[in-house]
Each structure stands twice: as structure tokens, then as C-alpha cells.
């Protein structure tokens, strides 16, 4: 593969070349770009599907300086025209990246396979057919993969299975990414104004926003919710109430008015307790009972009380 993509520099000659030049082998086509290259090569049908499973090779799909050397040179535009000229299996070739996408690796690799997938412009039969595969990675796949993903299956929402957009809907929904949750709500709206009747089965999957770290998505889910729950059974709108407990406290209020319910309030910090008296602290003395009693423990502190005459309880009266 690296043979090929130094193809297109000046100073790279195959070794057939230059034995053909010392006359030591028969003359072989010179080739001055990488489609040039591939298309000489044996089994290239064969050989192309492997490059799927060897490490590292999407840094060799996405390298940079490729397209300053021409399109022909640039090995997801090469196997993009090699598909087209029926001498790679185009639908391979699709079924291949979101597998390769799924699977996961390093970003830069990632990248790679994600610049083929792009090259290979998907038309709408072609994404219906592999839908529950771009769902999968939707929900599953690296950030950019699922922002593909979500992309491709935006022509044909409304073509997609209602169970299906559903589960799309939910699945990123759930996951932390900011502009994928907004663009999902953004489609599930769009879904709900072209047929209300499907808020029974859509909004408990919008209503799993409610627990997104932003806020903006929270508030957009609850407004989203709040516009339709007139249109869901009973039990639906009792299940996208009890979502709302996710909701910040900000936007607990607007729950409140929007939903028609008592959504409980965050807990404050603990409930003080009672402060125990330091460590080896002694607690203090009960008061005197009477001046006979002050007098007893007075003594008692200074040590004189032994010095002090004996108070009958009617001198005590007198005190």
C-alpha cells in the first residue's frame, strides 16, 4: 500500500523499472499516479477488502499532501473511481466503512475511512438499505462517525421505519455530544409536525434529553414534549412526567406550567445536626439550688471547706 501512495513522487521508480532500464528485465508500464498503479494491480478485488483489517492504514486514506499531487492520487478517490468503472464492489465497499467506523480505532485512522465513506456519496436507496447499520453508529461510533451517520440519514427521515427513527432518537439522546442532540430534536419535531400521531412512540425518547448534561437541550426537549403530550395515551404522558425529575432546577418551573405537575425539588445541602460539645469537654454543672448549695460549692473550689461553720437550714432561711 505504501508503494503505492509514493507513486506519485518524482524520485520513486518500481524495481521492475529499473531492472528494465539496465536490460535486465522486460519493460514494464510506468505508472505516475496511485489509480494508475491499482488498476495494474493482480487480485486488486481481493486485495482492497483487506485493507479494512491492517493497522494503520486509514492515516494512508487521509493523508494530507495527497491532494496537492491530484484526485488520482488520493486513495479514497482512487477506489471511489475503481468502483464506478465496476472493477471494485461498490456495495462492498460501502458495507465496509461502517463496520471498519464501528469497530473504533485511533482518530487519525478514523478519519481515513470516514473521507472514503464520504467519497463514495451515498445516494438515498443506498442509505435505507443499510439504515439500521447507520443507527448503530449513530448511537455507537466516535463523535465524527456518528455525526456521519446522523448526516446521511437526514434525506430520508421520512422514509425511515417509525420504530426505527425512534430508536435513532433515543439512542442520541443519549449521548453527551451537544449539536448531535440538537439536530435530533430538530428531525423528531420535523417528524412530529408531519404526523402528530406519532408522538405516542416519540416522546418518550425525546423525553430521555431531560437528562442531558446541557441545559440548552434539556429546555428544548421539555418545550418539544410539553407542545405534544396532548396527543400521547395516558400512560405516555405519565412516563414523560416522570422523566421531568431530570430535569436542572432550572427549568423545574417550566416544568411545572408546561407539564401540569409537581416536579420535586433538589435536595439542599444535609439537615444540620445537633453540635456534640468538643472532645473531653465536661458539660456544665446544673445551677445551685439555693444559697446553702452555693455556698457547699464554693467551698468546695477554693478548698475551704473545711473552714467554713456548718449552716443550719433556718441560717439558710435567713440568707
Given at each position: 500500500m505504501r508503494q503505492g501512495s509514493s507513486?506519485?513522487?518524482?524520485?520513486?521508480?518500481?524495481?521492475?523499472?529499473?531492472?528494465?532500464?539496465?536490460?535486465?528485465?522486460?519493460?514494464?508500464?510506468?505508472?505516475?499516479?496511485?489509480?494508475?498503479?491499482?488498476?495494474?494491480?493482480?487480485?486488486?478485488?481481493?486485495?482492497?477488502?483487506?485493507?479494512?483489517?491492517?493497522?494503520?492504514?486509514?492515516?494512508?486514506?487521509?493523508?494530507?499532501?495527497?491532494?496537492?499531487?491530484?484526485?488520482?492520487?488520493?486513495?479514497?478517490?482512487?477506489?471511489?473511481?475503481?468502483?464506478?468503472?465496476?472493477?471494485?464492489?461498490?456495495?462492498?465497499?460501502?458495507?465496509?466503512?461502517?463496520?471498519?467506523?464501528?469497530?473504533?480505532?485511533?482518530?487519525?485512522?478514523?478519519?481515513?475511512?470516514?473521507?472514503?465513506?464520504?467519497?463514495?456519496?451515498?445516494?438515498?436507496?443506498?442509505?435505507?438499505?443499510?439504515?439500521?447499520?447507520?443507527?448503530?453508529?449513530?448511537?455507537?461510533?466516535?463523535?465524527?462517525?456518528a455525526k456521519t451517520a446522523q448526516a446521511a440519514l437526514v434525506p430520508v427521515d421520512d422514509r425511515l421505519p417509525a420504530e426505527l427513527f425512534t430508536e435513532l432518537t433515543a439512542a442520541v439522546l443519549a449521548r453527551p455530544e451537544k449539536t448531535l442532540a440538537t439536530v435530533q430534536l430538530s428531525r423528531a419535531a420535523a417528524a412530529l409536525r408531519r404526523d402528530p400521531t406519532r408522538a405516542d412512540g416519540l416522546l418518550p425518547a425525546v423525553s430521555a434529553a431531560f437528562a442531558h448534561p446541557a441545559p440548552a437541550v434539556q429546555g428544548r426537549a421539555l418545550r418539544l414534549t410539553a407542545q405534544h403530550l396532548s396527543h400521547v395515551a395516558p400512560a405516555t404522558a405519565e412516563a414523560v412526567r416522570s422523566a421531568a425529575a431530570a430535569l436542572g432546577p432550572a427549568l423545574r418551573p417550566e416544568a411545572q406550567s408546561l407539564l401540569a405537575i409537581q416536579v420535586p425539588a433538589e435536595k439542599d445541602a444535609a439537615e444540620p445536626h445537633a453540635v456534640a460539645p468538643p472532645t473531653g469537654q465536661a458539660a456544665l454543672p446544673d445551677a445551685p439550688a439555693g444559697p446553702l448549695d452555693l455556698a457547699e460549692r464554693l467551698a468546695a473550689s477554693t478548698g475551704a471547706a473545711r473552714r467554713i461553720p456548718a449552716v443550719t437550714a433556718e441560717a439558710s432561711k435567713r440568707i
Open positions: 507513486i506519485r513522487y518524482p524520485y520513486h521508480r518500481e524495481i521492475g523499472e529499473w531492472l528494465a532500464e539496465q536490460g535486465l528485465h522486460e519493460p514494464v508500464p510506468h505508472h505516475d499516479t496511485l489509480l494508475s498503479w491499482l488498476r495494474a494491480q493482480p487480485g486488486l478485488a481481493e486485495f482492497v477488502p483487506r485493507l479494512f483489517e491492517v493497522p494503520d492504514v486509514g492515516t494512508e486514506f487521509n493523508d494530507p499532501h495527497a491532494a496537492g499531487f491530484g484526485p488520482d492520487n488520493e486513495w479514497p478517490k482512487a477506489l471511489t473511481t475503481l468502483a464506478g468503472e465496476c472493477e471494485l464492489d461498490r456495495a462492498e465497499l460501502i458495507d465496509l466503512c461502517p463496520g471498519k467506523l464501528l469497530r473504533g480505532d485511533r482518530p487519525g485512522n478514523l478519519r481515513g475511512f470516514l473521507r472514503l465513506y464520504a467519497a463514495l456519496t451515498l445516494g438515498p436507496e443506498e442509505v435505507l438499505t443499510r439504515a439500521r447499520d447507520h443507527v448503530r453508529l449513530a448511537a455507537d461510533g466516535a463523535p465524527t462517525a
